[in-house]
């Protein structure tokens, strides 16, 4: 009976890509920047590049990213870390200005924004809602834009059911067998040009 359970849980993440097997820390989730892209813009305009401007103490930046991946990203677990910020110099800064407003740090130190989302997925090729990040410049340095890293959970219904597999595997309720098995049927079927 378990086992047929199992088969029918299968074929439901097959057919939607949908599962949730834990709810992973901020520091569990995985980096998504290469296919999630984080698109950084001033607020307002470039403090730092009028003539009679030389610096600032507070300079704010609106923050989105384009989910260029072919997968949709499950939207309430995409957050922005602010990897580093960096002197027009090209050091880094970090530990001079100050980010405010985040929603937490990591275990790094590092301050992370949760992404605003009305829809529980972030569609391929879609852009999500801006995040305001605000930086203090109590040394009144110039900057470049803050270098954001992002991450989340990709939602593909092949990377769901492998990992559901090697759970049930783990948890000795499934022979690594039956999971070949399994995971073969969810593949899906060659077609052959030849007749």
């Known amino acids: 009976m378990v086992k047929g359970m199992v088969w029918?849980?299968?074929?439901?993440?097959?057919?939607?890509?949908?599962?949730?097997?834990?709810?992973?820390?901020?520091?569990?989730?995985?980096?998504?920047?290469?296919?999630?892209?984080?698109?950084?813009?001033?607020?307002n305009s470039d403090a730092f590049s009028g003539t009679g401007l030389t610096s600032v103490s507070e300079v704010e930046f609106l923050v989105k990213v384009k989910n260029q991946t072919g997968d949709p990203v499950v939207a309430d677990s995409l957050i922005l870390v602010v990897d580093t910020v960096k002197e027009i110099t090209g050091n880094d800064i970090s530990d001079r200005v100050e980010i405010e407003g985040s929603d937490g740090q990591l275990a790094n130190g590092k301050p992370f924004f949760r992404i605003p989302n009305a829809a529980q997925e972030l569609d391929p090729y879609s852009e999500s809602e801006a995040v305001t990040i605000r930086v203090s410049n109590p040394d009144y340095l110039r900057f470049f834009p803050p270098s954001i890293r992002v991450r989340g959970l990709r939602r593909s219904p092949g990377q769901a059911v492998k990992g559901l597999l090697e759970s049930l595997v783990q948890k000795g309720i499934l022979a690594p067998e039956e999971a070949a098995n399994a995971m073969k049927s969810t593949d899906p079927p060659v077609v052959s040009d030849n007749p």
Do not use: R, S
Request: net charge negative; hydrophobic share 50%.
């Open 8 to 43: 029918i849980f299968l074929l439901h993440v097959a057919m939607n890509g949908t599962v949730a097997l834990a709810n992973p820390t901020v520091d569990d989730l995985p980096d998504l920047t290469e296919g999630v892209v984080p698109v950084v813009q001033y607020k």
